[in-house]
């Protein structure tokens, strides 16, 4: 059976991604698709010491961020893709220039119609960002690919009651740019990137720290598993 470092291929790891990344050997996997936690809400308060904001969270994020983005370079061989909040955005880029990997696309999901929250004086948020960042050997084939894309929650598959789950369609998107055989998600949640894996034909492993997290990505993938192939070739069409 296939492993990525000392996991099995193509399943749920449960505990801290950081220290299960440890075991993993260099360029182990083509790819980092993630969705790290929100956590932080950097400018969300006037109050430097608000716990909801300012120089703390500012400076938590950027070690976290410095901290992980190490480890996803490693250990991928062609690319990774994080997800975060406009908010974010400053903290990855300076964690980015700490670790000595710059970003080098910022992709815009744009959400559609069903927008997120606003501040009580701002806009209400309809997109959210992905940055890239390349290893040497990336470069995304389809040379038409634009850094914004519109894909509505809305008509998308049933979700689950995760908070900060994404579209299917959108990351299987992004494996189809990243063309790797491994997508490795450290932060997988409710196991949206595996299943898009799965569906692609692609090898994958995924970490998660929350127990209940894990049974809802396992049966969503062992409910691939039970699907019915709808076009399964008929031995005609095989010869």
């Known amino acids: ?3 990525i470092g000392p996991y099995p291929c193509c399943t749920v790891v449960e505990g801290d991604c950081l220290e299960l990344m440890k075991a993993l050997p260099d360029g182990c996997v083509d790819a980092v698709i993630t969705d790290p936690p929100y956590s932080f809400g950097m400018g969300s308060s006037t109050s430097a010491s608000s716990k909801n904001g300012g120089w703390g969270d500012f400076i938590n ?5 410095s901290v992980v983005l190490s480890e996803f370079r490693r250990v991928s061989r062609l690319a990774t ?8 955005f400053p903290v990855l ?11 080098e ?3 815009v999901w744009d959400k559609g119609p069903e927008v997120g929250m606003g501040g009580l ?24 690919a634009k850094d914004i894309i519109n894909i509505p929650w809305g008509g998308s598959a049933p979700r689950t009651n995760h908070p900060a789950e994404k579209p299917l369609a959108l990351l299987e998107q992004i494996a189809v740019w990243t063309n790797g055989d491994t997508i490795l998600d450290p932060f997988c949640g409710s196991g949206t990137t595996l299943v898009a894996a799965k569906k692609l034909g692609r090898h994958f492993l995924g970490f998660e720290i929350s127990h209940d997290y894990c049974e ?17 070739p008929k031995a005609e069409q095989l010869t």
């Open 105 to 107: 696309s910022q992709l």
């Open 61 to 65: 994020g950027a070690v976290f961020y």
């Open 216 to 232: 809802i990505a396992r049966r969503r993938l062992a409910e691939i598993d039970a699907q019915p192939n709808l076009f399964e």
């Open 81 to 88: 893709w994080i997800f975060g909040p406009w908010r974010g």
């Open 121 to 144: 004086r701002g806009l209400r948020a309809q997109y959210e960002t992905v940055a890239l960042f390349a290893q040497p050997l990336f470069q995304i084939a389809d040379r038409s």
């Open 93 to 103: 880029s300076k964690a980015s220039f700490d670790v000595g990997w710059p970003i």
């Open 1 to 3: 059976d296939r492993k």
